[in-house]
T-cell receptor, first 118, second 111 residues
């Protein structure tokens, strides 16, 4: 099946620093990628939809200046958490939707990135 | 949750028993998917059922979809301890392109 990777898998940073998380589709071109956040024992909350070559679409309540998304190519989207604070500590998961064929119907999820802000 | 609810929120059964989880959603959909997530790990896609389908099987999994009630169920037969995980339904809304997740059911299968 399709593979989506995330890097890093785990990051610990100090409050006030910025953290960049990469999401790559390894064996297919992803016109659209999605970023989710998951707090402990809760479901995935969609943060934003990232389209290659255009601005991301953010869900209500998600600060676009706080969570910068760049989708520079068909295989890479990045999420930058700017000026991170302890309340930003969470599990961040990306997913990629394929272009054409069955992959357009299924999202493929990355393994997630656990962010801990001290 | 952003889209709907799942019940039960938590389920504890003995190995060998069947586990049934339900999911309700709010909007018209193109398809509904079920995922499994082990604690602190990524998601594993289990099965996708389209809006024009009513039932689908995959190994020990059986999924039903009732679009009139905006609900779906996931049945895991002959459960195993390795099935212990959280299970989420997710929907692709009609006319939309994003996937929204339900609240999830935490399943614990006792050996």
């Amino acid at each position: 099946g399709a593979v989506v990777s995330q890097h890093p898998s785990r990051v610990i940073c100090k409050s006030g620093t910025s953290v960049k998380i990469e999401c790559r589709s390894l064996d297919f071109q992803a016109t659209t990628m999605f970023w989710y956040r998951q707090f402990p024992k809760q479901s995935l909350m969609l943060m934003a939809t990232s389209n290659e070559g255009s601005k991301a679409t953010y869900e209500q309540g998600v600060e676009k200046d706080k969570f910068l998304i760049n989708h520079a190519s068909l295989t890479l989207s990045t999420l930058t958490v700017t000026s991170a604070h302890p309340e930003d500590s969470s599990f961040y998961i990306c997913s990629a939707r394929g272009w054409g064929s069955d992959r357009a119907d299924t999202q493929y999820f990355g393994p997630g990135t656990r962010l801990t802000v001290l | 949750s952003q889209q709907g609810e799942e019940d039960p929120q938590a389920l504890s059964i003995q190995e060998g028993e069947n586990a049934t989880m339900n999911c309700s959603y709010k909007t018209s959909i193109n398809n509904l998917q079920w995922y499994r997530q082990n604690s602190g790990r990524g998601l594993v896609h289990l099965i996708l059922i389209r809006s024009n389908e009513r039932e689908k099987h995959s190994g020990r999994l059986r999924v039903t979809l009732d679009t009139s009630k905006k609900s779906s169920s996931l049945l895991i037969t002959a459960s195993r301890a390795a099935d212990t995980a959280s299970y989420f339904c997710a929907t692709d809304a009609s006319g939309g392109f994003k996937t929204i997740f339900g609240a999830g059911t935490r399943l614990f299968v006792k050996a």
